[in-house]
């Protein structure tokens, strides 16, 4: 049993079922201050020069309805893929790993972003001018939910761009080749400025990409750990999540069932029809229940 299992034996019952549909909710409403308040989105977002000087704490929790992505209709049908996904995993997996596959990726983001800024206003030629402040979004949440997707059901074949059919598994190395992209080509605007501003503006760039570079790799950090953890475990395949349902189910079948009402008279209980109406008589001394046939027509019993 590793560590991640005695978690979910103490804590499990605090997990939050179908946690999808409230991130998916998380998402609605940030698309919705956009469209109807662009300003006040803006104090939804990751802001950590905000936090520490300005006091505005709720960013903390905010970022999460921040768009991944400008709404489009291929996003809309990006989001029901991701519902579905979800769905699959928390299914796979059971409600607490989830959960903790979720909630850790959010709070190292969050907390990369805090130290980050930190560490850059006392330190580095950013000192000088205040922290560097990495914005971050839900962008890597649904990456890294894609991602373990795949380690699992990567041979699963889904239709990409809902016409070419492909497996998952090409698809997360396409996701990871991105991913490597980002990190690698964010050096490119230092190389940009490096030839037409002064060396403290290069400075201040270089330390930016490498923070940017930090965050990428803390973004998905949350999958690494779940990979290594896992990567040789048989308990969140697909067959373990079978072996689970079909023992619940069974469990359900052979659980003995307990007749909760009996007629005295005729000896009838709710398990032989399901429709019989079962009444304590006023009239009768203690307690002494019959079904709607002889509630009326028994003798009263008396001291």
Known sequence: MNFIDKLER???RFAIRNLTVYILVAYAIGYLTYAINPDMYLLLTMDAEAIFENGQVWRLVTWICTMP???NIFIIFMFMFF???GSVLES????FKYNLFIFSGMFFMTLGSLVIYFITYFVGPS???GGISIPINTYYINLTLFLAFAMIYGEQQVYFMLILPVKVKWLAILDLLLIAYDFFNAGNI???YRHIANEGVVAYLSLYV????ITIVISILNFIIFYFVFRKSKQLSPKASQTRKKFKKDSAKIRPQTAVHKCEICGKTNLDDDTLVFRYCSKCEGNHEYCQDHLFTHEHIKS
């Open 190 to 192: 230092v190389n940009f």
């Open 210 to 213: 490498w923070c940017y570079r």
């Open 92 to 95: 796979t997996w059971g409600s």
């Open 127 to 129: 000192s000088a001018i």
């Open 10 to 12: 103490k804590y499990g």
């Open 69 to 71: 992505q400008n709404l």
């Open 83 to 85: 519902y579905w996904i």
